[in-house]
């Protein structure tokens, strides 16, 4: 299948000098949600922008549906929606304006039902009429997204969608992008939710001083890295772990009522039983037994520390 996206050896220094993307190389394929995780100033927005058109790459390639983005730049640029992180719009125009407006930037003919359609999944319709300065924040934003869909993008990106919302309208707007996935749209979003990437993402990408450090698959990442631990809570505290038990790498925490054992969930032998027979062996008894398994953030804080 042809991605949809290809971007291909880019860097972009900024006229500073300072280097902001460093040799990416990515592949998006049609109808994929693709989280972009990275720390502040790692580079998410400028990959974006140089995506769209909005910054130039310094060099390599990037092209959309086959197209290079500077040659096919008309063609290109019309198949992408894009929310910025910024909110910018005219504070005295109505909803309904500002989003018609953009459709019509684009030169699509006008679609009152699918701008209808619109506002409403994005539970936008009452305020239809209001002007742009009579909504909340949260509002503001989803008009931004209302925005970016009025043309009927086949690539949605959405760079930080969901900053400043609660987490209701959350929960809504990633029921929104999944609905716009499973209608063909491809989207990529940038986040420092990491809940958000575990809850939405297909496959995440992990940015870092202007280096994608990582692209997997989000099952494939959370299974391959994810770590699961054992958590005995004891009947008597422990001072210290006895000498037989040193080969299992346990930590005592809660002042020596909890014992912690870490275990590769990929493992073939995790390690579990023997670990219980030792245990009765040193007469070490406990009165509840829990896992724990690390997620994507642990995964994430991780990867951010060791890839320097
Ligand atoms: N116009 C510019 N001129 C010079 N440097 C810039 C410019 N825009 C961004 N940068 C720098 O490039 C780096 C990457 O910025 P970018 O906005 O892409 O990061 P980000 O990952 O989106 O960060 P955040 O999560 O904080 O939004 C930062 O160090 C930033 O200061």
Known sequence: MQPIIQITDVNKVYAG????????????????????????????????????????ATSGQITVDGKDIVTGYRHTRSLIGLVPQELTTDAFETVWTTVSFSRGLFGKKPNPAFIEKTLKS??????????????????????MIAKALSHEPAILFLDEPTAGVD???????????RELRNDGVTIILTTHYIEEAEEIADRIGVIKNGQLILVEDKIALMNQLGKKQLILDLKEPLIEIPAQLTDFNLQLQNEGMQLIYSYDTTDEHTGISALLQQLSVAAIAFKDIKTDQSSLEDIFVSLVREKT
């Open 167 to 177: 987490v209701e309208l959350r929960k809504d707007m990633w029921q929104l992008v």
């Open 122 to 143: 994005l539970s936008l319709w009452d305020k239809k009429d209001n002007k742009m300065i009579e909504l909340s924040g949260g509002m503001k934003r989803r008009v």
């Open 17 to 56: 000098g300072f280097q902001a993307l460093n040799n990416i190389n990515l592949s998006i394929k049609p109808a994929e949600i693709f989280a972009l995780l990275g720390p502040n100033g790692a580079g998410k927005t400028t990959l974006i922008s140089a995506i769209c058109g909005i910054v130039d």
